[in-house]
């Protein structure tokens, strides 16, 4: 059984940055990080293979976000740089449990855990 905790969420002015966090629990192999705005559909934000080799970003955050794993320490980060007032939803952490042999990150179907989420709320 997997388990995913984020923190590092909070309010930040347009401009400045935050990172975030997911401790894990268990074995994980390919990591993402989806958001939900209010009124929106969830949607894909940044995603790492297991062992790092494969990274993938949303065009919408490419270039300002940087994802990142530390399997050592159980944690996956997305360090959130030059936060825009779009950037605000509540964002999760996901995992798969298995090997895919089709790499498709921007699809939450092939997440198998996810996190309860944490708000992430930029002022303009």
């Given at each position: 059984?997997?388990?995913?905790?984020e923190?590092?969420?909070?309010?930040?002015?347009?401009g400045g940055?935050l990172?975030l966090?997911c401790?894990?629990s268990g074995r994980t192999f390919t990591m993402?990080?989806?958001r939900?705005?209010p009124?929106?559909?969830?949607?894909?934000?940044?995603?790492?293979?297991?062992?790092?080799?494969?990274?993938?970003y949303a065009?919408?955050?490419?270039g300002r976000?940087?994802i990142?794993r530390?399997?050592?320490?159980?944690?996956?980060?997305l360090?959130m740089?030059?936060?825009?007032?779009?950037d605000?939803a509540?964002?999760?952490?996901?995992?798969?449990s298995?090997p895919?042999?089709?790499?498709?990150?921007q699809?939450g179907?092939e997440?198998?855990?996810?996190?309860?989420?944490t708000?992430?709320?930029?002022s303009?």
């Amino acid at each position: 059984q997997v388990q995913l905790v984020e923190s590092g969420g909070g309010l930040v002015q347009a401009g400045g940055s935050l990172r975030l966090s997911c401790a894990v629990s268990g074995r994980t192999f390919t990591m993402g990080w989806f958001r939900q705005a209010p009124g929106k559909e969830r949607e894909f934000v940044a995603a790492i293979s297991r062992h790092s080799i494969s990274i993938s970003y949303a065009d919408s955050v490419k270039g300002r976000f940087t994802i990142s794993r530390d399997n050592a320490k159980n944690t996956v980060y997305l360090q959130m740089n030059r936060l825009k007032f779009e950037d605000t939803a509540v964002y999760y952490c996901a995992a798969e449990s298995s090997p895919t042999t089709a790499w498709r990150p921007q699809d939450g179907s092939e997440y198998d855990y996810w996190g309860q989420g944490t708000q992430v709320t930029v002022s303009s």
